[in-house]
């Protein structure tokens, strides 16, 4: 009731929310209740979630926040959402989000622009709280909710994490199912948390997981107490500085702040090593042409016949035509377009083919310093604070908005996990992030250092 409470007075202003299941949580909250008087609380007994629109949730409003799904109401559970009820977790809604995943500041919604709960010293310009995530991230920041899954495809956990000083795991490939969650990139999307804390990130994480057979994708690895690496020492573990990401034009304050990361995980016994992993300059763009080719293919079964909204029109294919039109905003009909382009004759070898081939080389890169007895790598999230909703240049150039991203999709090319934790505020006194990227299926190595940072 206090959370509910909270959402209904804070969301008219944050728009974190897009859904919010008044009954569906008093309900789940009392049957949680009856299992905690019968002592048999779950790992998330209670403990009231948010979750972000892409998710479906059985017989709840789940749009990706796009209008070409108005009024579905999916049949089934997502995996993750199921394994987090049935550790006894409650939900309180559906969370705002870019369209279909699509974005890094939380504007291309249906819903409108989520506004981040932080605001820069002395200034009443809102900032966007980053994206595609960017209700999950505003909504734990807002202390709306306790915990939020989110998902992360080039960045989508990790950087709103990062703009709304809040912790974020995006897992190792593989490591959540993805059955139930719609489909952006499917060779690069992963699910994870987003909680206030490093320690709510493991213990939420440890549900979200599981082997599923329903998503070919899914790993058969077991999936350990994350908790218990919290609070072990760091001593001796070696962590690699990538040279690469010390990009051009790198703000001072990011710099500072990565040095700040660099001197804490020394002190507290760390052995810092410099690495190269040569091919991140072309993980960017190779980024931009494989999401969006696999996003073209995965959209194609919004035509109207299957799922929320349909425009009629005189016969089958412009109904097709007319639903698409006026289902899908301007940055989806983007990526349709940049992804068809590349998939087509005459053009796959070019780009689609060289863009995955790249991946190859970005993966070898790090797997060479693991390898070589690296244990995790610390790097910038992003390449800076917040920036303000409607900021007119990215608007206008979408190629600027893409750069936010350069940080943060090297490692969904190589499948690995990494973890934003919360590691200063900037000089206008907004929340900066600090990112670890381990090794794959050692998220537990990502919590430890992650803690010591914290
Ligand atoms: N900003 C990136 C994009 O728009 C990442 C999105 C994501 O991780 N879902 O593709």
């Known amino acids: 009731d206090a959370y509910l409470a909270a959402i209904d007075a804070a969301n008219p202003t944050v728009n974190a929310y897009v859904a919010v299941t008044h009954d569906q949580a008093r309900d789940m909250a009392r049957a949680s209740d009856a299992r905690l008087g019968k002592g048999e609380a779950g790992a998330l007994e209670g403990i009231p979630l948010g979750v972000k629109d892409l998710f479906a949730t059985k017989g709840v409003h789940m749009q990706a926040c796009s209008h070409v799904l108005d009024g579905f109401k999916p049949t089934y559970e997502s995996t993750v959402t199921a394994n987090l009820w049935a550790d006894g977790a409650v939900m309180l809604g559906k969370l705002n989000m870019d369209e279909f995943a699509m974005g890094s500041s939380n504007e291309t919604s249906y819903y409108g622009a989520v506004k981040n709960p932080w605001r820069a010293t002395g200034e009443a310009d809102d900032r966007v709280p980053g994206g595609s995530s960017g209700g999950s991230a505003a909504a734990v920041a807002a202390q709306i909710c306790a915990g939020a899954t989110a998902t992360d495809t080039g960045g989508s956990i990790r950087q709103p994490a990062a703009f709304t000083g809040t912790v974020g795991i995006k897992p190792t490939y593989g490591r959540c ?4 969650v719609a489909a952006y990139a499917s060779s690069l999307d992963q699910a994870g948390p987003i909680t206030r804390d490093v320690r709510d990130a493991a213990i939420m994480l440890r549900s979200m997981a599981s082997y599923d057979e329903k998503d070919t994708t899914s790993a058969d690895v077991a999936v350990p107490d994350y908790e218990a690496a919290l609070g072990q020492s760091v001593k001796g573990m070696k962590i690699g500085i990538p040279r690469e990401y010390r990009v051009d034009d790198m703000p001072e304050e990011i710099e500072a702040l990565w040095q700040k990361g660099i001197a804490w995980l020394k002190d507290a016994g760390a052995e810092i090593v410099d690495i190269s992993l040569p091919h991140t300059k072309y993980a960017l763009p190779a980024y931009y042409i494989v999401a969006p080719a696999e996003a073209s293919s995965n959209l194609a079964r919004y035509d109207g016949v299957r799922y929320g909204l349909r425009v009629p029109g005189k016969d089958i294919a412009e109904m097709y035509e007319n639903t ?30 060289k863009a995955q081939k790249v991946r190859t080389l970005i993966r070898r890169d790090f797997e060479q310093c693991f390898d070589a007895g690296v244990d995790a790598i610390l790097a ?60 794959p299926f050692e998220e537990e190595t990502l919590f430890k250092a992650a803690h010591a940072i914290e």
């Open 177 to 180: 199912s993805r059955w139930g």
């Open 380 to 439: 910038p999230i992003t390449p800076s604070a917040a920036f303000k909703i409607g900021d007119k240049a990215l608007k206008a150039d979408p190629v600027k908005m893409y750069l936010n991203d350069v940080f943060s999709v090297t490692l969904n090319m190589a499948g690995l996990p990494g973890i934003s934790v919360p590691a200063g505020l900037s000089a206008e006194g907004l929340p900066l992030g600090l990112q670890l990227i381990g090794r």
């Open 324 to 353: 698409r039109a006026a289902g899908f905003g301007t940055e989806v009909k983007r990526r349709i377009l940049i992804g068809t382009y590349v998939l087509s004759a005459g053009y796959y070898d070019a780009y689609y083919l």
